[in-house]
């Protein structure tokens, strides 16, 4: 069997209609594909086909600070999972209960705000909204941090390159248990705000996001990302 | 706001030998966040090419390989162990590819196609050899989109992943021999194209 492939050229066509499959299948082949040079050239075509397949995306990686997103998706949807039934009931009478004595205690306790981080974008007389920003806007950090006694305000750029680290120290700067913090976004890329939370010293720092927020959850930390800022 | 204090997310520093043990393992103990991490560890950057080669972008790829694992997360503990984690893995990606593909089929036919974004410059586009290569692979991720979704998936987890026939069949609930007959046909198909383009295999 022939098929022309160029005008006035030939070539035997067996191999696409049958050894293709057979050597999907894993079965052998016959005589005749080891003794046609058409077919021998096919072989080894297709050959070279399945290992550009094999190598296609070699170079393609994930974008650094991809696990940190995970864990950050993975809670917020186990925050908003549905409870079992009963516990729609028992639960709101039980919160109703806690919120009551709460309230009564609060009158005389000052209350402790959970820990978290907002941030702002200001460029000069305007101020955008939302996560995108341009190069020379100012990234604003607010936190609370609640009653731990080590924390630290970071910002990652691209997730590989550590622009903002700081505690105690400028450019932080402390009032109560609000710790705020600015930084100029200088480039474009995308910025990932972090605040840290822990009992003890925080870990040293590798100025790259998995590997930093891997040491800090290991040594017991807590970490808290914002939003990630995209500086166009 | 949201937090990430979970003690069980620790993990050695030591990359793991055998990450399919060790996150069954993390099962055993009821550690789903240990063996998350695991997986994520070992099949992330492979889960990844997949899913970027399946989609053809960047952006989609990262949110369908984030969804793959959260997904793998909430299914971790009903794990039935009929397969491998890496193949079950892969069964999860192929899926929200394929819901992908799906939709961007019913939006392409609602209004029309939209014009798709500019490539970004390569960097280090100074070596020729580089180019050529990078020219190649880009004619071929061209060719594999000319495939339908199904048809893609199977090449690629035949080919890229080297996963075996059988292990395809079990996570597309499909029957290994239609399965190499498909992927038989695809092939001569991806040849013609990259002929078509000069870069004849």
Redesign the interface.
């Given at each position: 069997m022939t098929h022309a492939i160029t005008p006035g050229k030939t070539r035997c066509g067996r191999f696409e209609a049958e050894a293709v499959l057979l050597l999907e299948q894993g079965r052998p082949l016959d005589e005749h594909f080891s003794s046609c040079p058409d077919c021998l050239a096919e072989r080894t075509a297709y050959e070279r086909l399945r290992e550009e397949l094999h190598s296609l995306g070699e170079e393609d990686e994930p974008p650094a600070g991809w696990q940190a997103r995970v864990w950050e998706k993975v809670d917020r949807r186990q925050g908003r999972r549905w409870a079992p039934w009963w516990r729609r009931w028992i639960l709101p009478i039980g919160v109703a209960g806690a919120a009551a004595l709460a309230a009564l205690f609060l009158v005389r306790t000052p209350a402790t705000a959970p820990p978290g981080l907002r941030i702002g974008i200001e460029a000069g007389e305007t101020v955008r909204r939302g996560t995108e920003a341009q190069p020379g806007d100012l990234l604003q950090l607010t936190a609370t941090t609640g009653d731990a006694p080590h924390t630290e305000l970071r910002v990652y750029r691209n997730d590989t390159e550590l622009v903002l680290r700081c505690s105690t120290e400028p450019p932080c700067t402390r009032r109560g248990e609000e710790l705020s913090a600015s930084v100029v976004l200088d480039g474009v890329g995308r910025y990932q705000p972090l605040l840290l939370l822990s009992e003890d010293p925080l870990p040293d720092v590798a100025s790259d996001l998995d590997t930093d927020t891997n040491a800090v959850l290991t040594s017991g930390a807590g970490v808290e990302l914002g939003p990630r800022v995209v500086v166009r | 706001?949201?937090?990430?204090?979970?003690?069980s997310?620790?993990?050695p520093a030591a990359v793991l030998p055998d990450p399919e043990r060790a996150a069954l393992a993390a099962l055993d103990r009821g550690n789903a966040e240990e063996a998350?991490?695991v997986l994520?560890?070992a099949y992330?950057?492979i889960v990844?090419?997949?899913c970027?080669?399946m989609v053809g972008n960047d952006d989609l790829?990262?949110e369908i390989?984030?969804m793959t694992?959260?997904q793998a997360?909430?299914g971790l503990r009903k794990f039935a162990r009929r397969s491998s984690l890496r193949t079950w893995l892969f069964g999860i990606a192929r899926h929200r590819c394929l819901d992908l593909a799906k939709m961007s089929h019913r939006r392409k036919r609602r209004f029309g196609p939209l014009d798709d974004a500019p490539e970004p410059p390569e960097p280090g586009t100074s070596v020729e050899e580089r180019l050529a290569e990078r020219s190649?692979?880009r004619a071929?991720?061209a060719c594999?989109h000319t495939l339908s979704p199904r048809v893609r998936a199977a090449?690629?987890l035949r080919?890229?992943q080297?996963l075996s026939?059988p292990e395809i069949a079990r996570l597309t609930e499909e029957k290994a021999?239609a399965l190499?007959?498909r992927?038989?046909r695809a092939?001569?198909l991806?040849?013609r194209c990259?002929e078509e383009k000069g870069m004849?295999?």
């Open positions: - | 706001m949201l937090s990430l204090v979970h003690d997310r620790e993990l998350l991490s994520m560890r992330g950057t990844y090419r997949y970027r080669q790829a990262e390989h984030q694992f959260i997360f909430e190649r692979s071929l991720e594999l090449v690629l080919f890229q080297g026939y021999p190499q007959v992927v038989a092939l001569p991806l040849r990259l004849a295999p």
